[in-house]
């Protein structure tokens, strides 16, 4: 039914398509990017860590003292 | 890789309506695929997933632009086709092109896949992110608006 019309875009799609040329240096941009983003993400996960590190040796200390307490290390040890 | 893809790419975000943005989305695509490549399947769904992000970062440019025009003083341009282009198209395909970019983006996306890229219906819908059923009413209305547009446009 639209077939005159999918020719003409095709044509026209292929026509605008081969006007299309990336500019040289496009390789290393993308290569610069993707450095910058990682070392970016490294030094988030590395303030996180930091951040992280007081609250997860708190929460160590909390559960070495709970399973000292004679009522959880009843329950933990095997017969 | 990106020999293989780059300049492919950037065409279909030229045609879906990048514009002057077509290299930062293709740019974008490819830091976004480096950042998960230890997540993909296969190395061979690459080639898919960059098609995606390329869709989605396209139509988030047009979306940001639409909102830009909306609300900031400032006068946005609408992306041009370059001199290049203008010289290498005919009249009637520069009326298709033109009819194409009034299309709503997921009939625009529906129909460059499927015209250009060549890709098969579940191709389509894999990169769109919707159902074939989508893709196929996308691509329906989206030919049945053009031929409108065209039409109307050549008289």
Not at chain 1, 34 to 45: I, M, V
Not at chain 2, 32 to 61: E, F, K
Not at chain 2, 131 to 146: D, E, F, M, N, Q
Request: hydrophobic share 45%; proline share 4%.
């Amino acid at each position: 039914m639209n077939s005159g019309t999918e020719l003409r875009l095709w044509e026209a799609l292929d026509s605008l398509a081969t006007s299309v040329h990336g500019s040289p240096e496009a390789y290393d941009r993308i290569q610069r990017l993707c450095r910058r983003r990682a070392s970016r993400r490294r030094a988030a996960a590395g303030a996180l860590m930091l951040l992280a590190a007081p609250a997860a040796a708190a929460g160590l200390v909390a559960f070495r003292r709970r399973s000292r307490s004679p009522a959880h290390g009843l329950r933990a040890t095997p017969p | 890789m990106f020999d293989q893809h780059y300049s492919r790419l950037l065409r279909l975000a030229v045609l879906l309506g990048a514009g002057a943005d077509a290299e930062d989305v293709v740019a974008e695509a490819f830091c976004q695929l480096h950042r998960r490549w230890s997540r993909l399947r296969t190395p061979d769904a690459a080639a898919g997933y960059l098609r995606s992000i390329v869709c989605n970062q396209t139509r988030m440019q047009l979306r940001h632009r639409k909102v830009v025009r909306r609300y900031a003083e400032r006068h946005v341009d609408e992306p041009v086709l370059s001199a290049e282009a203008q010289a290498l198209l005919r009249d009637d395909q520069r009326l298709v092109v033109d009819a194409l970019r009034v299309l709503p983006a997921r009939q625009r996306e529906a129909l460059v896949l499927r015209y250009w890229l060549d890709l098969k219906e579940a191709e389509i819908a894999a990169t769109m992110g919707i159902s074939p059923g989508a893709v196929k009413s996308h691509t329906a209305r989206g030919i049945a608006k053009l031929t409108r547009l065209v039409q109307d446009g050549a008289r």
